[in-house]
């Protein structure tokens, strides 16, 4: 009998910046109200990196947690995937930087550019390594400051956006579980709907650029919606049928967190029942590539997934690209609150954050 390899999720971590920033902050900065973006998106409060923190340092911090979780060490570490939008150079690639910070000597790694899809892409391309053999350890971040990257003069985008990382390792296994199914999904034609207008090959970095605010977010944020609403569904969908299953065989959704109404939106289209959907937009915005990560490892802390449990994954993002993915669950919840040297900030909701990454 032959015996097929899986990428099964064997540690997880996540990392927010210890800096609340709430809807009455913003409201000091640009005509807005706690009201207005509670009732449009569900968001009362985001993190904001620190002067001396980074997209890599961010992402530091939930690999190491990961990592801890799954009893590996950096240097096992064959691939690193990093997701962002964000990243602390456009060369080099922040993977590089978090594999010099972890000590990973073994690993390639490279950034991925999927904009909020970007986790979901990753992992299945880390799934993608595995299942073929190239590689037994991959780790898989997604991570964003894209407070750095907004214009705090606009309300239309900065209202929405806050910094956070979230990591999964996934390891090659002759067991059943892991990535069961999967979409991935590009519509180049929306590729104005979020955009950084300038800083790349299409329009330099000039004076003028910079007057303008070309290096800003800029979202046709309707148009978002619109797409976002249908696509998220679709894709779901894909992945569920990819898998063999229905949405029936589904136990926990985890959503790119951008929009609460989104969030409903699609569950009813789908027909799932709220206390299956995983939520956390309130405390943390979106975070871009790393809300995925990091409302799977908060659903997974809080006892929404057990052993078995399959998830769906499902994001959206600037591109237009959408991700879906199936993830049969196998570890062990408890092990992110046994991990060695107290060091997952998981296993100590106690401690300040800060404490516990320095
Ligand atoms: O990861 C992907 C990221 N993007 C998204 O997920 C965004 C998807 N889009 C959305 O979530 C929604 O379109 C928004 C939350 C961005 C906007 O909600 P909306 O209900 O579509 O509002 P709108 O854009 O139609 O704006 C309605 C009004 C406008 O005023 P007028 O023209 O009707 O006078 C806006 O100028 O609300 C105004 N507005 C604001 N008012 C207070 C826009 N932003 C704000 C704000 N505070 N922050």
Redesign the pocket.
Known sequence: MTTMTNALITGWGMYVPSRIMTNQD?ATL????DE??VS??GIRERRIAADDETTATLATHASRDALAVASVDANEVDLIILGTCSPDYYMPATAALVARDLGATNAAAFDLQA??SGFVYAMATANGFIRSGMYRNVLVIGVEVLSRFLDWTD???????GDGAGAVLMQARDEPGGMTGFQLYTDGTGWEG?IFPAGGSACPTSPQTIAEGGHYVH?A??D??RY?TRQLAESALAAVRDAGLTMDDIDQFVF?Q??L??IESVGKQLGMPMEKVFVNVEKYG?T?AA?VPMALVEAVAAGRIAVGDRILMV????GFTAAAAVVEWTADPERAFLAPGEQTRLGQPQRQLEEVSA
């Open positions: 913003i640009v005509d807005t109200s207005w973006i449009r998106t904009a909020c309300r239309n985008t900065c209202v929405l956006f979020i979202m944020g309707k978002v919606y976002a790119h951008a929009n109404r989104i979106n871009s809300s994001a959206f993002g600037a």
